[in-house]
Each structure stands twice: as C-alpha cells, then as structure tokens.
C-alpha cells in the first residue's frame, strides 16, 4: 500500500445482475480513458439483413467500423439461403461497405462448430485460437486484409 492509503478507502461489492446504468457507467469510464490516448476514429454500425421472395428475414450480417477494421460481430443465415451463397454475398456487402468508408482490413471470431471453414473460403485467416472455449471445441480470431 501506498503512504496514506488503507484498505479502508476502497471495498469490493459484487453485482449478481448488473443494471443497464452500471454497464453503461464502466463502458463510459474505460471509454473516457481510451480517447485520452487514442483519437476517436468514430463508430459506424454496419448492417444488412437478407429477405426471402415473402420478405421475411432470412439472414444477415452486423458489424461495426472503426480504427480502419471492419468488425463482424454477427452472422447468420437459414439453411436454404446458405446453401445458395447468400452468406458469402452478406458479407462481400459488409466489407464494400467497409471498404468505402476507409477500411483495409477485418477481423472475427468463430467457434470451432460455427463456420471457421466458410470464412477462411473467403479469405479471412485464423490469427488466433482459444482452446477448450467451451470444453470440447474452439474459439478461432480470424482476420481478412481489405
């Protein structure tokens, strides 16, 4: 402990179910401190959704942009679009969109039975792996140069 200090001046409470405001407030502080050292290179979500003939939602993809990345955060697509291509056209749209708003490069995660394969097709490369997340499968970090 430092001069003055004392475990007193601080303690320790555990949230069961963290309220929206409580997130919200850490987010925000860490936030606070990253724009201190980084300039802040702006948020734009990225989104498309896939309609069937009936327009209903058949798949889609979200992300974000930032620091030059496009992030892909979600994917997925129903079985009969996927086996037409639609999956690949999805995100093809995410990153030209990316691409026109400043991006050279993209990143994601998979899981060991999700669509690491599907992705490395397309030319994304697994930069790293989590091991045993969850028992028994695999966690894959994949990045794609723009």
């Known amino acids: 402990m430092n001069a003055g200090e004392s475990e007193s001046d601080f303690h320790i409470e555990k949230r069961v179910d963290p309220s929206p405001q409580e997130l919200d407030r850490l987010r925000s ?25 009936g327009n209903e939602f058949a798949g889609g993809v979200s992300g974000y942009v930032s620091y030059g990345w496009l992030f892909i955060d979600t994917l997925w697509v129903s079985e009969p679009a996927r086996i037409k291509g639609w999956g690949r056209r999805l995100m093809l749209a995410a990153e030209d969109e990316a691409r026109q708003n400043g991006c050279r490069r993209a990143w994601l995660d998979t899981f060991s039975f999700q669509a690491r394969a599907f992705y490395e097709k397309i030319g994304y490369r ?4 989590l091991e045993e997340f969850p028992s028994g499968h695999s966690r894959y970090f994949l990045r794609k140069e723009l």
């Open 29 to 53: 502080a860490l936030s606070t401190f990253n724009r201190s050292k980084i300039p802040d290179r702006g948020y734009l979500p990225v989104h498309f959704e896939l309609l069937d003939e």
């Open 126 to 129: 697994v930069f790293a792996e």
